[in-house]
């Protein structure tokens, strides 16, 4: 029967004293962060029976942060799938004893988001928040920011001066991307339309007249219709699509810029005319999945929710870790593209 690893032997694989090993074992006096990993890699490479309690030692050293995820319809696939991404990102995270809390808004009332950002700024060390841009939400994001808890936008901006940041797609290549896709895939001139959740996301904004000003520098032949506002909500998407699709006759392209997207694609199926449009959606869903599939939309451009975590919770970190930075921090991430031969 195979010895035992000793504590000694646990020293001398991790190259420290065996006094360093009792202190991350132990807790006594605070160890350097790389060699306590040092120590931790040693024990699980021969099988140390103590592992787990250096793993758990290491945990309860590092600090303990409360971020909070302030989320759009909890009932969308999308934000279903980046409140568990930004859950995942905070406990796996090797440097920190994280703790995320995901809250779903059913509405985009600015009132009703500045009273959110309120309610968790009395428990969270930092705040993440997809908002609309409105002076009562960027009130709510100064007066949290002066008391020295960093509030980060996602997806979207805000114009508030003391915001620490905003992580999320490049809108502009976003909409340039889409713009881009339907000039080259439509084979004759037309009308192009567009649909928005609201004008307020500067998000949303930002792509249209990205979108807009390709069309108008490429290529002429093209007009883009007055944009549709669809608040985000399918079934006036769905309305929306339908009239549109039926009273243009000379249409070529839909770039729907925001949510609502089962109501298009919906109204594009009812509306068999829809079949020779080339169409660009946002996220990538299992509705969206589908229609690219079965020819419905061309198109996806979608948010790289994995990356777009992980680089939440770094900026968060290091907004916590030095209060006294100048400036904010901006990480605009490329859409991943979707077609039907790449699902």
């Not at 920190?96 to 500045?114: Q, S």
């Not at 896709?181 to 792509?207: C, D, K, N």
């Not at 990480?331 to 039907?340: G, T």
Request: net charge negative; hydrophobic share 40%; glycine share 8%.
């Amino acid at each position: 029967m195979s010895r035992r690893p000793t504590i000694k032997d646990l020293a001398r694989e991790s190259g420290v004293s065996v006094a360093t090993v009792d202190r991350v074992l132990n807790n006594r006096h605070r160890v350097r962060e790389n060699t306590a990993q040092r120590v931790l890699l040693a024990a699980e490479r021969i099988g140390y029976h103590a592992a787990g309690l250096i793993r758990q030692r290491m945990r309860e050293s590092m600090p303990h942060y409360r971020f909070h995820f302030i989320l759009q319809k909890g009932e969308d696939y999308f934000y279903q799938q980046l409140g568990k991404a930004m859950e995942q990102a905070t406990a796996g995270h090797a440097d920190i004893n994280g703790e995320a809390t995901v809250e779903f808004v059913a509405d985009i009332v600015p009132g009703v988001l500045a009273e959110r950002l309120h309610a968790a700024a009395e428990t969270a060390d930092a705040i993440a928040i997809v908002a609309v841009n409105h002076t009562q939400v960027s009130a709510a994001i100064d007066e949290i920011s002066a008391r020295g808890i960093p509030v980060f936008c996602l997806l979207s901006d805000v114009v508030a001066p003391g915001r620490a940041g905003f992580l999320g797609v490049d809108n502009r290549k976003r909409g340039r991307t889409a713009a881009w896709a339907i000039s080259r895939l439509s084979r004759r001139p037309g009308q192009v339309g567009i649909m928005l959740g609201t004008h307020r996301y500067l998000g949303q904004e930002m792509s249209e007249i990205s979108f807009r000003s390709y069309l108008r520098e490429y290529t002429p032949r093209f007009t883009v219709m007055e944009s549709i506002i669809d608040l985000d909500d399918s079934k006036l998407a769905y309305e929306a699509a339908m009239d549109m699709v039926t009273s243009n006759p000379d249409l070529v392209g839909i770039f729907s810029a925001g949510g609502g997207v089962e109501g298009l694609i919906q109204a594009l199926r009812d509306e068999r005319t829809g079949e020779n449009l080339i169409v660009v959606c946002n996220e990538l869903t299992p509705t969206t999945r589908e229609a690219l599939l079965d020819g419905t939309i061309d198109m996806v451009t979608a948010t790289p929710i994995e990356r777009l975590s992980a680089k939440t919770i770094e900026a968060m970190i290091d907004a916590l870790g030095n209060p006294n930075r100048v400036g904010m921090t901006e990480v605009p991430l490329n859409a991943d593209l979707y077609i039907s031969e790449s699902v």
